[in-house]
C-alpha cells in the first residue's frame, strides 16, 4: 500500500494503524533501542514509486519504521512524504549484495543500499520479527 502521508488524515492514519499497527510508545521505543533504521538511499525502485521519484533531481533516500504488524518505508518526493506500508505477512526481503537489499509487497519493490552495521543489524531485527509474527 503506497500513501501520501505529507498531511493528516485521521482515515488515513486509521487505515495505516489497522494494517500494520500502532506506533511504539516512547517507553516501548527505549526498551527496543529505537525502532527506526537510519538514511537509506533507494537504488532501484517498481515503476510506480520510480515515477515519483524521477519528479526532483535529489538523491533519493528512506527510512523504515518497524510497527507491530510490519513496516512502514517512508521517501520524500519534492515537499511530499510517502510511505510505502507492508505488513510482515506480505514482506519479502532479499539480500542481492553485501549492502543491498530488496523489500516487495505484491507488485511493489524498493532496492535499498546500507552503508553502516547498524542498519545492517536492523534489517535483520526486521526479518526476526517477521519470522516470530504470527496473525
Known amino acids: ?46 515503476k510506480e514509486i520510480e515515477n515519483l521519484l524521477i519528479l526532483d533531481q535529489n538523491i533519493n533516500h528512506c ?31 532479499f539480500k542481492v549484495d553485501s549492502d543491498v537489499y530488496t523489500f516487495h509487497i505484491d507488485h511493489r519493490l524498493l532496492k535499498i543500499k546500507v552503508k553502516n552495521k547498524k542498519d545492517h543489524n536492523f534489517i535483520r531485527h526486521v526479518l526476526n520479527e517477521k519470522a516470530n509474527f504470527k496473525i
Open 1 to 46: 500500500m503506497l500513501r501520501n502521508v505529507s498531511y493528516k488524515n485521521d482515515k488515513q492514519e486509521k487505515e495505516i494503524n489497522n494494517f500494520v499497527g500502532k506506533p511504539f510508545s516512547l517507553v516501548e521505543r527505549l526498551k527496543q533501542k529505537g525502532i527506526g533504521s537510519g538514511k537509506l538511499i533507494i537504488i532501484k525502485a517498481s
Open 63 to 93: 527510512n523504515i519504521e518497524r510497527r507491530q504488524k510490519g513496516i512502514i518505508i517512508y521517501f520524500r518526493v519534492l515537499l511530499e512524504t510517502y510511505a510505502l506500508i507492508i505488513p510482515y505477512y506480505k514482506l519479502v526481503v
